[in-house]
């Protein structure tokens, strides 16, 4: 955000009935460099929960309710910290090589030194009101629930991680093994970046019929339950996972522990783990960026012109809590700012799988395409962590290797099968079956049908016998 943008590549998020202004150009440009100049300041004085609430208000006037309201969060944090401090070390210079609200802790005289701690504390708690306001301003459905609506879309100053290298092309390779590789122009020169965005998984050589093609473990997964204190139910009702160490795993070490945040999301803990879960891999890998890691600079997302929720808890407020827990600084390390978590998020949404009690996501499996009439299966272990996908056929060298990615579908009419990929293709599945299928249903609506049933003859209406005279006067005019 620190970088200017041109107001042509604005795309708001938030929903166009909810847009009651129309920005004009002008109006565009001073608020882009309003943030790129409030970002920048930021970079100096990370703390400040001014400039954080500052960015909140221009966010919102640019339309990107989740942005503002993950930056007022961070600006009420702050100024929670401040009044924290001034209640339990009224004589701390606040914010020592912080950049923010400094008290000199010299000799004043008791009195000044008292009104200098209200001062302080008054601003701060204005403040944090002012940022909860915002907050609740942008949550659609508050107070009664915390959630906001959004249409996730790609932000402008992100475009430096939207293009999948050669290096993450080679990275996923060395994965694989002998008997796929995976390629760009899957399906020649159609899609994104003249195809050479659109990948695919190619066989090396002929492969048998029921032959294990590729075995996936998982980093990164989540499963809810077992619920809190020991009960084996879900917090929200129901059961969950019954293994007690989920979602952690034998190799995590003690201060990864995410059994807190099943504790305190419920049936939604899943979901907000396999997140939380993608954010620290890229802390223990040391990864520059978290885009840039692996596992997600493989991965692309599916934007799609609907509205969705956003939820403050789940998305917001966790996974903040949990990048702190993981020794992040999320004020002064912008590679862990709210844009970041919700292009994660857009990327866990088109490639992860899940059921009721669980969300994984396997780097190598989201490499496959889909097909109707798949050449491959796909199969999940227990653990939630590793999958494997086998042949279903015999497989030539060179041909494409697809799975189905809704299984629950395949026997319903292609209308039906393509609504439901929607989910994760930007448009009609267009595999042998649906086309075949497709064009068969448009052949059978060609044929014209004699309505033999309604072969009776009809009454002749007095308003009829006007129309035909109308018709046969307007005709002789001509």
Same mark, same amino acid.
């Given at each position: 955000?620190?970088?200017?943008?041109?107001?042509?590549?604005? @795309?708001?998020?938030?929903?166009?009935?909810?847009?009651?202004?129309?920005?004009?150009?002008?109006?565009?440009?001073?608020?882009?460099?309003?943030?790129?100049?409030?970002?920048?300041?930021?970079?100096?004085?990370?703390?400040?929960?001014?400039?954080?609430?500052?960015?909140?208000?221009?966010?919102?006037?640019?339309?990107?309710?989740?942005?503002?309201?993950?930056?007022?969060?961070?600006?009420?944090?702050?100024?929670?910290?401040?009044?924290?401090?001034?209640?339990?070390?009224?004589?701390?210079?606040?914010?020592?090589?912080?950049?923010?609200?400094?008290?000199?802790?010299?000799?004043?005289?008791?009195?000044?030194?008292?009104?200098?701690?209200?001062?302080?504390?008054?601003?701060?708690?204005?403040?944090?009101?002012?940022?909860?306001?915002?907050?609740?301003?942008?949550?659609?459905?508050?107070?009664?629930?915390?959630?906001?609506?959004?249409?996730? @879309?790609?932000?402008?100053?992100?475009?430096?991680?939207?293009?999948?290298?050669?290096?993450?092309?080679?990275? #996923?390779?060395?994965?694989?093994?002998?008997?796929?590789?995976?390629?760009?122009?899957?399906?020649?020169?159609?899609?994104?970046?003249?195809?050479?965005?659109?990948?695919?998984?190619?066989?090396?050589?002929?492969?048998?019929?029921?032959?294990?093609?590729?075995?996936?473990?998982?980093?990164?997964?989540?499963?809810?339950?077992?619920?809190?204190?020991?009960?084996?139910?879900?917090?929200?009702?129901?059961?969950?996972?019954?293994?007690?160490?989920?979602?952690?795993?034998?190799?995590?070490?003690?201060?990864?522990?995410?059994?807190?945040?099943?504790?305190?999301?419920?049936?939604?803990?899943?979901?907000?783990?396999?997140?939380?879960?993608?954010?620290?891999?890229?802390?223990?890998?040391?990864?520059?960026?978290?885009?840039?890691?692996?596992?997600?600079?493989?991965?692309?997302?599916?934007? @799609?012109?609907?509205?969705?929720?956003?939820?403050?808890?789940?998305?917001?407020?966790?996974?903040?809590?949990?990048?702190?827990?993981?020794?992040?600084?999320?004020?002064?390390?912008?590679?862990?700012?709210?844009?970041?978590?919700?292009?994660?998020?857009?990327?866990?949404?088109?490639?992860?799988?899940?059921?009721?009690?669980?969300?994984?996501?396997?780097?190598?499996?989201?490499?496959?395409?889909?097909?109707?009439?798949?050449?491959?299966?796909?199969?999940?272990?227990?653990?939630?962590?590793?999958?494997?996908?086998?042949?279903?056929?015999?497989?030539?060298?060179?041909?494409?290797?697809?799975?189905?990615?809704?299984?629950?579908?395949?026997?319903?009419?292609?209308?039906?099968?393509?609504?439901?990929?929607?989910?994760?293709?930007?448009?009609?599945?267009?595999?042998?079956?649906? #086309?075949?299928?497709?064009?068969?249903?448009?052949?059978?609506?060609?044929?014209?049908?004699?309505?033999?049933?309604?072969?009776?003859?009809?009454?002749?209406?007095?308003?009829?016998?006007?129309?035909?005279?109308?018709?046969?006067?307007?005709?002789?005019?001509?």
């Amino acid at each position: 955000m620190e970088s200017p943008f041109s107001y042509t590549e604005w @795309r708001p998020t938030r929903p166009q009935r909810n847009i009651a202004d129309d920005l004009s150009p002008q109006t565009l440009t001073a608020l882009i460099q309003d943030l790129s100049t409030t970002t920048y300041a930021l970079h100096t004085n990370p703390y400040d929960p001014n400039f954080w609430f500052q960015r909140a208000q221009i966010l919102s006037q640019l339309h990107y309710p989740e942005l503002a309201t993950g930056s007022a969060h961070k600006s009420s944090l702050l100024c929670d910290a401040i009044i924290r401090s001034l209640d339990q070390h009224p004589r701390r210079r606040l914010g020592y090589r912080m950049g923010f609200y400094m008290l000199d802790d010299h000799e004043y005289d008791e009195i000044g030194q008292g009104e200098a701690r209200e001062a302080l504390r008054d601003v701060a708690t204005s403040l944090r009101q002012y940022a909860e306001a915002l907050i609740q301003s942008e949550l659609e459905f508050a107070p009664e629930f915390e959630d906001g609506m959004f249409v996730a @879309r790609p932000y402008p100053w992100l475009s430096r991680f939207v293009n999948r290298s050669d290096e993450a092309l080679e990275q #996923v390779n060395a994965e694989l093994g002998d008997l796929c590789e995976v390629r760009r122009n899957a399906f020649g020169q159609i899609g994104k970046g003249g195809g050479s965005e659109v990948w695919g998984v190619f066989a090396k050589k002929d492969i048998k019929q029921d032959e294990l093609v590729v075995v996936d473990r998982s980093r990164t997964w989540g499963c809810n339950g077992p619920g809190i204190d020991g009960s084996r139910d879900n917090l929200h009702g129901g059961f969950g996972c019954m293994e007690d160490l989920h979602p952690n795993a034998d190799e995590d070490d003690i201060d990864h522990d995410m059994r807190w945040i099943r504790d305190r999301t419920g049936v939604k803990a899943a979901s907000v783990i396999l997140h939380c879960k993608l954010l620290l891999c890229s802390i223990v890998d040391k990864s520059s960026h978290p885009l840039v890691h692996p596992l997600l600079a493989r991965l692309t997302p599916t934007y @799609r012109e609907k509205s969705s929720s956003f939820k403050l808890k789940e998305d917001i407020i966790i996974p903040n809590e949990a990048l702190r827990r993981f020794g992040v600084d999320v004020f002064a390390n912008f590679a862990y700012d709210t844009d970041v978590y919700f292009t994660i998020l857009a990327r866990i949404d088109n490639n992860s799988w899940s059921d009721p009690n669980v969300s994984s996501l396997n780097g190598l499996f989201a490499m496959f395409n889909h097909s109707c009439e798949p050449n491959c299966t796909w199969h999940t272990a227990d653990d939630h962590a590793k999958m494997e996908v086998w042949t279903n056929r015999d497989v030539s060298k060179g041909e494409q290797l697809f799975v189905e990615y809704d299984c629950y579908v395949s026997g319903q009419s292609v209308a039906a099968r393509r609504k439901r990929l929607r989910r994760w293709l930007d448009g009609d599945c267009q595999c042998g079956r649906c #086309v075949r299928e497709a064009e068969e249903v448009d052949g059978k609506a060609e044929v014209k049908v004699d309505m033999a049933w309604d072969s009776a003859v009809k009454p002749v209406l007095p308003e009829d016998e006007v129309l035909d005279r109308f018709k046969t006067t307007s005709s002789k005019g001509d």
